[in-house]
């Protein structure tokens, strides 16, 4: 009978680990994984150890140089957290954009508008990734780092970025991979899995290695072909 109850104990501690620390309520919906978050804010940017050097090299100058030949670029950062994307575009001394950060929960946004409180180049809103309150083709980039996995609907959540994306448009998304992405079914998560719903999609993305857990990649948003327009005289003599 005692091994019944430590085998019972075992698989409850493995189902709490999956579901609580290892997927951060990903299963349970994402209103479990908003509470979570707003539990979770005042500590984020601290456990992350988030550099500003390391987010300029690997996000912000990319990022501006994928944008160089738009005179002031809207940036869309969805699931925006404590304000990283926004914080790396702001504070670059040319940057002559907006940012706008778009998070569910309530807590990890009140971190941002303190970390962007001064920059008038960024904008922060609450609202769902799977429903942005934003008009077609209306953003010149989309960005969605570390936040992907944990949506209920991804394939959705792609065509929501393609939607309020123009065409030619940057998409900069991450992908998680390393060992722990099988934790992950359903989601998008684990090596090229990302990129194969975006080439599904007409798009031809581009990895970079970024840390362990994460891929970085780069897309640019289909440009719709005009109809080609046959002349009837062509063949007149
Ligand atoms: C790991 S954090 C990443 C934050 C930020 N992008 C970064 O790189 O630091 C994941 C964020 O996604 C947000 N999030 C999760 N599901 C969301 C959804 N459906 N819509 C908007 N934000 C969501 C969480 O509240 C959390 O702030």
Redesign the pocket.
Known sequence: MTWLWIIVALVASGLFYWLFILTEGTYLG?RV??LL?DWYARR?DKV?N?LYVNELAYLGLPLSRALAQVDEPVIL??????G??PLAMVRQPDFAGLVLG????ER?LAEAHEALAGYDRAGLLR????ALSLGAASVDAVT????LE??PRPEG?LDEFLRVVKPGGVLLL?NRVGPDAWFFPGRIAGRGNLERRLRARGLEPRTDCWQFHYDLIWATAPVAQAPQTVRKDTHRR
């Open positions: 994402s994984v908003v978050y984020y992350k988030i950062d969805v699931a925006t957290g404590t990283r994307l778009v998070e569910a929960s990890m609202g769902d990734a799977h969605c780092l570390e936040a944990f949506m959540v991450s």
